[in-house]
């Protein structure tokens, strides 16, 4: 039986020519026979796809978005995606290992000011106008010469490239209104989040959580609410609905493996809640992910 870890999960990135110990890497889209990838797949580090020049579909995490002309995707670890383009394909890839990242932000959570790259992020792409691709390519061109002259002290000059970048960026990325409206909410939305990635296997009630929170239930759905528009059940159950479709997309789990790994104690039942969530059985689910781009 194939298990989750052992379907395609790059742990280290050689597109520029990385080995070893992985820190950084940074190539040409268009240098590397391997990209794109139109088959899911996850990475062990953050993965940013710079489109100059592409057209086409991407799927993270079981949602599709479009590939326009100067697309910046923004991948976290552990994010299952697969990407294809119906004409070549220009720009950049640019990773990079979570050891790198601490290392300009020693404090996890900073990670924070980067929404892209944050846990409670639902919108993983700019999309850049012509004049904002034209003021930001020179920085990724300054980033390319600096990976390739290998000279002392590279990487620190990279991290001070990316780092400039990366702010630059989150300066295009625009908040929601309820991100500003409700500050307080909204805080306590993405901690909500962040534990429902801790503990979404072992917790099955908006009440469990709420506690662990120090909060209580109703206080915890009207945040909640306010700043998603959903409850806080429906967000649980998004999680466990995303854990299910990895586990039916990347795996050969029969259906009943998948319901008791995900604490459901009747596999007839967890197929009635995968229907429902998404009108789709396991089985067809499973069937149109399994090759997305044929």
Same mark, same amino acid.
């Given at each position: ?15 520029? #020519? ?19 990838? %139109? ?16 057209? #086409? ?19 976290? %670890? ?125 917790? #099955? ?23 998603? #528009? ?61 090759? %997305?781009?044929?």
């Amino acid at each position: 039986m194939t298990d989750i870890e052992d379907l395609p999960n790059f742990q280290i990135s050689e597109f520029g #020519g990385a080995k070893g110990s992985f820190l950084f890497d940074f190539a040409p889209l268009q240098s590397s026979s391997e990209i794109p990838r %139109p088959f899911l797949h996850r990475h062990g580090y953050y993965h940013i796809l710079w489109m100059t020049n592409a057209c #086409g579909k991407h799927i993270i995490d079981f949602e599709t978005f479009d590939i326009n002309q100067h697309s910046v995707f923004f991948l976290s %670890p552990g994010q299952v995606h697969a990407w294809s383009s119906s004409v070549q394909a220009s720009g950049f890839v640019i990773n990079f290992s979570a050891e790198f990242f601490l290392q300009m932000f020693p404090k996890m959570e900073e990670l924070a000011e980067f929404p892209f790259f944050h846990i409670t992020n639902s919108d993983p792409v700019l999309y850049l106008s012509s004049q904002q691709h034209a003021e930001l390519f020179p920085l990724l061109q300054q980033i390319e010469a600096e990976f390739n002259d290998s000279l002392l002290g590279r990487y620190d000059v990279v991290r001070s490239y990316l780092l400039i970048l990366l702010t630059k960026l989150r300066r295009l990325h625009k908040p929601r209104q309820t991100d500003l409206a409700l500050p307080k909410s909204y805080s306590l939305t993405k901690r909500f989040k962040l534990l429902i990635e801790q503990r979404f296997l072992e917790f #099955g009630s908006a009440q469990e959580y709420a506690a662990l929170l120090l909060v209580t239930e109703r206080r915890l759905n009207e945040a909640v609410k306010s700043t998603t #528009g959903r409850t806080a059940t429906q967000l649980i159950h998004d999680r466990i609905m995303l854990e299910a479709k990895r586990l039916l997309a990347q795996t050969d789990m029969g259906t009943s493996e998948i319901a008791y790994r995900l604490n459901f104690e009747d596999p007839a039942y967890f197929c009635r809640f995968f229907k429902k969530q998404i009108s789709l059985t396991p089985g067809e689910f499973r069937k149109k992910f399994a090759t %997305p781009f044929q």
